[in-house]
């Protein structure tokens, strides 16, 4: 489809991490907000950031864009380091991202604002734009091009001429996920993806998610509340609470995680019930049930 960002391969099987975060500290006053986050982010790899509210989430992805700055700690893009960074120049190295709130101009059509997504590809100036000779009327085809086939990745052709403000919400929030595609990044940053969407449009988010790391092979980092969703799709996932790392791995180790269960649920971690010579549980109990977050699904504290 001529979309492809990434080099495709297993998730995160490149020896060179996408993305390096050592260490970052960020504070607010007396408020930590991150506190000693550390991971990597390999090629083509869904990676996800969950915890309650107030654990840091936003915090993070504000750092890797550049709004916030640390006070101590690295962050590298393919080996260059972002800190210190404004916005539009990590977005030049290869970084985009998707708002929790969309953030879409809802008088424009769905093909105007994944153009705006090309902006920073452009290479012709004002005059010849206003000319629309040379140059800049190829790049104004080129860029087209691509545009056609982020929407036909979507499915989002029904719609390519309609304003954006008279979509559906679920269709909008694809609307935003094609504009970031269009910056054609080699890391996608989806803050809540899903928030707000019913089933059925949670379903086709997951699964043009999905596509973006089969078939475009690009990294992504998601934070998201869904949890049925994040353990279902995410190959790795990043557990904070209070802006400290509570627990990082796979899925199926995370819920497993004693220290996840209490940041999730709070109190102790709760055991699981006494098994006999079989290895079958006895059907005794203590009173409690046994606690996974994943069980929660879109309930979990946000």
Do not use: C
Not at 75 to 101: C, D, K, Y
Not at 171 to 199: C, F, H, I, S
Not at 244 to 273: F, K, S
């Amino acid at each position: 489809m001529g979309l492809v960002s990434a080099d495709p391969g297993s998730p995160g099987a490149a020896a060179a991490p996408v993305l390096e975060v050592d260490d970052v500290h960020l504070s607010f006053g007396a408020v930590k907000a991150v506190n000693g986050v550390g991971f990597t982010v390999g090629a083509g790899e869904l990676f996800a950031v969950i915890g309650p509210n107030g654990a840091g989430k936003t915090s993070i992805f504000n750092v890797l864009s550049g709004v916030y700055r640390p006070q101590r700690g690295q962050v590298r893009l393919e080996g260059r380091s972002l800190v210190g960074l404004r916005p539009p120049a990590i977005a030049r190295l290869g970084m985009a991202r998707t708002f929790q709130n969309i953030e879409l101009f809802t008088n424009l059509t769905v093909i105007d604002n994944l153009m705006l997504g090309r902006h920073q590809h452009l290479r012709y100036g004002t005059l010849a734009a206003m000319l629309w000779v040379g140059r800049a009327r190829n790049e104004e085809l080129r860029h087209r091009r691509r545009v056609e086939e982020i929407i036909d990745f979507l499915e989002l052709a029904q719609w390519r001429r309609m304003p954006v403000g008279l979509l559906p919400y679920g269709v909008q929030k694809r609307v935003e996920l094609g504009r970031a595609l269009a910056m054609e990044p080699r890391l996608l940053l989806l803050d809540e993806p899903v928030a707000g969407m019913n089933l059925e449009e949670t379903e086709d988010m997951a699964r043009y998610i999905l596509d973006i790391r089969d078939e475009l092979g690009i990294s992504m980092i998601m934070v998201e509340h869904d949890m049925g969703l994040v353990m279902d799709i995410a190959d790795r996932v990043l557990v904070l609470d209070f802006g400290t790392p509570v627990a990082i791995g796979t899925p199926a180790e995370v819920q497993r995680d004693p220290e996840v269960i209490r940041a999730y649920l709070g109190g102790e971690a709760l055991q699981e019930p006494p098994s006999d010579s079989t290895g079958e549980t006895t059907g005794e109990t203590t009173g409690e049930t046994t606690a996974d977050p994943a069980a929660a699904g879109e309930g979990a504290p946000a």
